[in-house]
């Protein structure tokens, strides 16, 4: 299968507090996605780190790519209470298919 | 303007019935997807299809079969519904380019199969 798994699959924190969500594939990759998807809706594109990237910053959000471990981490600095979702990760490899991670459930508790 | 749209949002059917999901996109994207999301929220591709191709997921039975009418349009029609097939099925596209690109998804059609 060419599904990643994530770890955790549930998360709770505290408003304020780090979230940290881990991402680990199994075949290469052209580059790797984040998505967030609230309760009862569509996926979002959140963020993307090419192959040859290590790190990438958007806003709150960190994403770390390490190619050999064929692993990858989210990081939400300052967590809000908006921020209670899914989170997934995506491999993109040649072809353009993207193969999702298992998810991670964020809650941001006030 | 919504970007993908796709529609029903809820579907609830018996078992034996043939339904179909519309979707369309108003990005000018050249790929559309199907996404199958469980109730664990897993989420796996069924097929992928741009005007030169279709992807199929080997896993995929062919009772679903996607109907691309033209570039903005990929409908999911499935035949002799199962209980198994009870999912949100997601509809998505991309613009296809080198090395990159995000997917945009529709809001989601839940089907129920009793």
């Known amino acids: 299968s060419q599904q990643g798994e994530e770890d955790p699959q549930a998360l709770s924190i505290q408003e304020g507090e780090n979230a940290t969500m881990n991402c680990s594939y199994k075949t290469s990759i052209n580059n790797l996605q984040w998505y967030r998807q609230n309760s009862g809706r569509g996926l979002v594109h959140l963020i993307l780190i090419r192959s040859n990237e290590r790190e990438k910053h958007s806003g709150r959000l960190r994403v770390t790519l390490d190619t050999s471990k064929k692993s990858s981490s989210l990081l939400i600095t300052a967590s809000r209470a908006a921020d209670t979702a899914s989170y997934f990760c995506a491999t993109v490899s040649t072809g353009n298919q993207f193969y999702f991670g298992t998810g991670t459930s964020l809650t941001v508790i006030p | 303007d919504t970007a993908v749209s796709q529609t029903p949002k809820y579907l609830v059917t018996q078992m034996g019935n043939d339904k179909s999901i519309k979707c369309e996109q108003n990005l000018g994207h050249d790929t559309m997807y199907w996404y199958k999301q469980d109730s664990k929220k897993f989420l796996k591709i069924m097929f992928s299809y741009n005007n030169k191709e279709l992807i199929i997921n080997e896993t995929v039975p062919n009772r679903f079969s996607p109907k691309s009418p033209d570039k903005a349009h990929l409908n999911l029609h499935i035949n002799s519904l199962e209980l198994g097939d009870s999912a949100v099925y997601f509809c998505?596209?991309?613009?296809?380019?080198?090395?990159?690109?995000?997917?945009?998804f529709g809001e989601g059609s839940r089907l129920t199969v009793l």
């Open positions: 998505a596209s991309s613009q296809v380019t080198l090395g990159t690109g995000e997917l945009f």
